[in-house]
C-alpha cells in the first residue's frame, strides 16, 4: 500500500528523512494506523520506555489514545533493548500488539507495557527471552477487555515483582501458568486484584517459594473455584 500520502513526521535527530512515521486515518478519521517507514533497520536504544505511548489526558482526567494499530515493527532492530516500561501505555484503543520485534533483545524491565490497553484481547508472551526479567508489575493492569495471553515457555525465574500484573483485567476467564516460575518473585501483591471473571489458574508445577507479600493477591476474584 502506497502510504506516501498520509501525513508523515520525520523522527531522526538530523531530519534527514531517512525515517518516517506516517499515521493514516481510519474509522471516519477518528483513529489511527501508525506506519514506520526507513531506507534501513532503525537501531532502538536500551531503554524504549513509553516508545508508543500516545496517549493524551482529557478535561475528565482519563487516558485517551486514537492509536489502534502499528505497522512495519520490522523496520525496527530491538536487539540491544533492555527495558520497555510503559512500552503501549494507554493506549486505549489498541487492537493488536505484536512483540516479536523484541524476540531478541536483553529484556529486564517489562513494567506496565500494556497498563490500559482496555481494547487489547490477545497477548502473546512466548515470543520474548525474558530470562532476565526482574519486574512484571502492572503488566496488563486495566486491560479490561483482556481474555487470553499465552505464556507457555516463559521464563519469569528472575522476576521479583508481579504488584498489579493483572490488575482490573476483567474479562479474563482462565489463566495457564503450568510450569511458570516465579521462584524468586517477593511481591504480588494485587496480582490478580478484581480479576471478577477469572475462574480458573492453571498453577500445575508453578513455583512460588519466595513469596513475601500477597496482600489482596485474589481480592475480588469471586469467580475463582481452582
Do not use: H, R
Amino acid at each position: 500500500e502506497d502510504i506516501s500520502a498520509y501525513s508523515g513526521v520525520d523522527v531522526t535527530e538530523e531530519q534527514n528523512s531517512t525515517i518516517i512515521a506516517y499515521t493514516k486515518p481510519c474509522v471516519q478519521n477518528t483513529l489511527l494506523d501508525l506506519y514506520i517507514v526507513a531506507e534501513e533497520k532503525i537501531k532502538l536504544p536500551k531503554t524504549c520506555d513509553y516508545l508508543f505511548s500516545f496517549f493524551k489526558t482529557n478535561g475528565n482526567f482519563e487516558c485517551v489514545s486514537n492509536l489502534i494499530n502499528i505497522n512495519n515493527l520490522c523496520n525496527l532492530d530491538a536487539s540491544e533493548v533492555a527495558s520497555i516500561d510503559g512500552l503501549f501505555y494507554g493506549d486505549n484503543k489498541l487492537e493488536n500488539a505484536d512483540l516479536s520485534v523484541f524476540a531478541n533483545s536483553k529484556l529486564v524491565s517489562m513494567q506496565g507495557v500494556f497498563e490500559n490497553c482496555e481494547k487489547l484481547t490477545f497477548v502473546d508472551l512466548s515470543v520474548l527471552d525474558t530470562t532476565l526479567v526482574l519486574d512484571v508489575s502492572s503488566l496488563f493492569d486495566g486491560c479490561t477487555n483482556l481474555k487470553s495471553v499465552n505464556l507457555k515457555g516463559v521464563d519469569f525465574s528472575n522476576v521479583s515483582t508481579t504488584n498489579k500484573m493483572f490488575n482490573d483485567c476483567v474479562s479474563l476467564i482462565k489463566l495457564d501458568f503450568e510450569d511458570l516460575n516465579f521462584g524468586e518473585v517477593l511481591d504480588a501483591s494485587y496480582m490478580f486484584y478484581n480479576c471478577d471473571k477469572l475462574s480458573v489458574i492453571n498453577l500445575k508445577n508453578c513455583v512460588f517459594n519466595s513469596l513475601y507479600n500477597a496482600k489482596a493477591m485474589f481480592a475480588g476474584c469471586g469467580s475463582l473455584v481452582s
